[in-house]
């Protein structure tokens, strides 16, 4: 539709030229048909003046903008859950030698089932470690229960007679005091729970 306007104006404005140049170029005609002539010509003028500037003001059609980019957005992922930690109460059992010498250590899993420790009698870790001891003469029979994270607690023989070795350290101010040994918590993490029960025995 613009185009056929544009040809309009263009067939106008060429029509306007030619009734200008055959003004111009004979003066055979009266004054009345020049008069009209001219009154034609500006008719045709004003008509293609007003024609243009409703060409000009025509509202357009919107030219489209570019298409807009969508970014999709990574869907967050749920952090995974902590793995379980395999907890369970284990036992270490010190025999000390007459000569203040700790060289019997037991170091097993406890037989307590699923128990917390807490929950232990002093009789059933006695009769625990009684079963699993190492050495028929000692003086003194140490037992602790730990329980807690695996990665916290000695992870075989050698790194239990580590901790036995630190504990039996208490056994001088300690004695048969089991409590003395819970209060040893610098030696065992604040996540391990500890329980203890002494023994004074008479090389039996």
């Known amino acids: ?56 003001v025509w509202p357009r059609a919107p030219i489209p903008g570019p298409p807009q ?12 859950a902590p793995e379980q930690v395999n907890t369970g109460p284990m036992l270490l059992a010190v025999f000390h030698q007459p000569d203040a010498r700790c060289d019997c250590v037991v170091w097993e899993e406890g037989s307590f089932a699923n128990r917390d420790v807490r929950e232990i009698g002093r009789s059933e870790l006695i009769e625990a470690a ?28 050698d790194s239990a007679r580590v901790l036995a070795a630190c504990l039996s350290i208490q056994s001088e101010e300690c004695g048969a005091a089991a409590s003395c040994y819970e209060n040893a918590s610098e030696f065992i993490s604040p996540s391990v729970t500890m329980v203890a029960a002494t023994l004074a025995t008479t090389g039996k």
Do not use: Y
């Not at 140049?21 to 055979?28: G, H, N, V, Y």
């Not at 980019?69 to 995974?80: L, Y």
């Open 69 to 80: 980019v969508v970014m999709n957005r990574p869907k967050p992922v749920a952090p995974k």
């Open 1 to 56: 539709m613009r185009d056929q306007r544009i040809l309009d104006l263009v067939q106008m404005a060429s029509e306007a030229e030619e009734l200008e140049q055959s003004a111009r170029l004979t003066f055979a005609h009266t004054p009345a048909e020049t008069g009209m002539s001219w009154r034609r010509v500006g008719v045709l003028g004003a008509l293609a003046a007003v024609l243009t500037m409703a060409f000009m």
């Open 130 to 157: 009684w079963k699993a001891r190492c050495a028929d003469s000692s003086n003194l029979m140490l037992v602790v229960a730990l329980d807690g994270p695996r990665e916290l607690l000695p992870t075989d023989e």
